[in-house]
């Protein structure tokens, strides 16, 4: 049972384009999201994260939406550079639930 | 350390051997976690430690799995006859209290491929 899904496996980019990377989620007591990005050979990394009493959270080139209605969440890279190209996880967590639960990945490819 | 270490890196074995992985978290930090990702599959959840303790060990995916933490410091994951589906990258997390929306910081991982 995959409570956070990434349906999109990768994802093609032009630099300076924007990059949209998907999640959505089927646990309607998540109230916290992350995104942690993951170069090859190394840990993930935290990124962003948002609140539910939020709708969106911006850092810098970084912005996380969220649809509580929809039960969907995403990450806008703009304007995405090369250096951006990895692995990207989207994870949850419940109030006083006791982990992150990831999703899948979306590998980004951002090209010249 | 200034991050959280793991070793090996890197481990082959061969099915039936048993193994053993090892965490170094951040130094202070209470709450260590213990994850896997197989091929094309997420983040999978194994255990976590608040303290020294295992509060939730339903995570593990047989009882040829187990770990601990000793001294609220080191972990390690101990994998009993491995099997061929073991094989994944096993990394640890740290985090400065146990707090599922505390950030994690993880090590690099450990590749173990199971022959």
């Known amino acids: 049972d995959q409570q956070v899904k990434q349906n999109s496996p990768s994802l093609s980019v032009q630099e300076g384009r924007i990059s949209i990377l998907n999640c959505d989620y089927t646990n309607s007591m998540f109230d916290y999201f992350l995104w942690y990005k993951k170069y090859p050979a190394e840990g993930p990394t935290f990124l962003i994260s948002?609140?539910?009493?939020?709708d969106k959270n911006e850092d810098g080139r970084f912005t996380v939406f969220l649809n509580k209605s929809a039960k969907h969440l995403s990450l806008h890279i703009v304007p995405s550079q090369p250096g951006d190209s990895a692995v990207y996880f989207c994870?949850?967590?419940?109030?006083?639930?006791?982990?992150?639960?990831f999703g899948t990945g979306t590998r980004l490819q951002v090209f010249p | 350390g200034a991050g959280v270490s793991q070793s090996p890196s890197n481990k082959v074995t061969e099915k039936g051997k048993d193994v053993e992985l090892r965490c170094d978290p951040i130094?202070?930090?209470?709450?260590l976690y213990w994850y896997r990702q197989s091929l094309g599959q997420g983040l999978e959840f194994l255990i976590y430690f608040q303290g020294n303790s295992a509060p939730d060990k339903s995570g593990l995916p047989s009882d040829r799995f187990s770990a601990e933490r000793t001294g609220g410091s080191v972990s390690t994951l101990t994998i009993q006859r491995t099997q061929q589906e073991d094989s994944a990258v096993y990394l640890c997390?740290?985090?400065?209290?146990?707090?599922?929306?505390?950030?994690?910081?993880f090590g690099s991982g450990t590749q173990l491929s199971v022959l």
């Open positions: 948002i609140s539910s009493i939020k």
């Open positions: 994870a949850a967590s419940a109030h006083g639930g006791d982990k992150l639960i």
């Open positions: 130094s202070g930090h209470t709450a």
């Open positions: 997390a740290s985090s400065l209290s146990y707090d599922a929306n505390e950030k994690l910081f």
